[in-house]
């Protein structure tokens, strides 16, 4: 039997922390109804103690979206604990992710805090998070930055009190994929009881290096659970973008060797479906989601997938949730490209000197146009004005 990697969305937390990506809660609960439809193995639908708001958010999912595991937020003390049991309540089942700062700057500058203090507030807060659930998740926030000895000294610390998840940010994206992986593998190494938990891997985007670092992480060093968003939302340059990660590791099984529990023809959907809420536009060159992802522009492209798609395509654009690929007829496209969208139009031309002829009226008109519609394409072959 292959082994399972998790995907564990944070569209609804860290996706949320993206400046301008604030959402309703009942667009917070339309966009997790999507993601139970999507398949992801854990959705964390917020931050409960953060504000009422985000509470009653998370409760709400808790209540009605069932085929994943619900998770919240919660720094490491008694009241954000607290509050992130009482809203993840009514699921059936659910997850407390819980984290504080590891690293010497983060522990200095912003918690004020020892070393010491530290290791015993995150064993405290996991014990605490114990009472309520066994799926406990602890990050060492800006793990990537932290002392290495004793970042294990706190994961092994953590484990001990029953944490299942260990999940080490690269909060401020500063990894790269071999380094990131290596202390994965590291860590995984050296904690006497890391058996007893699932490595995770949370990754930002500052260096565009975030579903690098993260498959690295899997396949060199043992990670089994990413954490991820869709579109790549989240704080800063955002997280790991889910349908790339997703993505790869299906088209490219015969490398990660790892199965995704994830229904991948749901993710156009999940994707229009979160830019339409938070106004955030995908790009049009994007991974796997991106308006010309599967479209073809060139005349040596589109000969050759008309031909046979896997010339130029290595995803089917329908596993994602397109309704097919797409050929887009301009200056660079060829006769092949051309023959054929006139044939789906239903215009027949009859022999080689009239088809050549429309062809040359098309490449004329697609010198002075970035692109040339149906419309214009039947006028041109029919000989009759366009409108
Ligand atoms: O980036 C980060 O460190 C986080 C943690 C709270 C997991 O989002
Ligand atoms: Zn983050």
Known sequence: MTEKLIIFDTTLRDGEQSPGASMTKEEKLRIARQLERLRVD??????????????DAVRAIASEVKDSVICSLARANER????AAEALRPASRFRIHTFIAT????????LRMSADQVYEQARRAVRQARQFTDDVEFSPEDASRSDMDFLCRVLEGVIDEGATTINVPDTVGYAVPEGYAALIRELRERIPNSHRAVFSVHCHDDLGLAVANSLTAVKSGGARQIECAINGLGERAGNTALEEVVMALKTRRDHFGLDVRVDTTQILATSQLVSEITGFAVQ?????VGANAFAHASGIHQDGVLKARDTYEIMRAEDVGWSAN???LGKLSGRTAFRQRLHELGVTIDGDAQLNAAFMRFKALADQEATVSDNELVALARRTPSR
């Open 284 to 288: 049009p060159n994007k991974a796997v």
């Open 326 to 328: 797409r050929i887009v």
């Open 80 to 83: 954000d604990i607290s509050r």
């Open 103 to 110: 690293s010497a700057l983060h522990m200095e500058k912003k």
């Open 42 to 55: 854990v959705i964390e639908a917020g931050f409960a103690a953060s504000s009422d708001g985000d509470f």
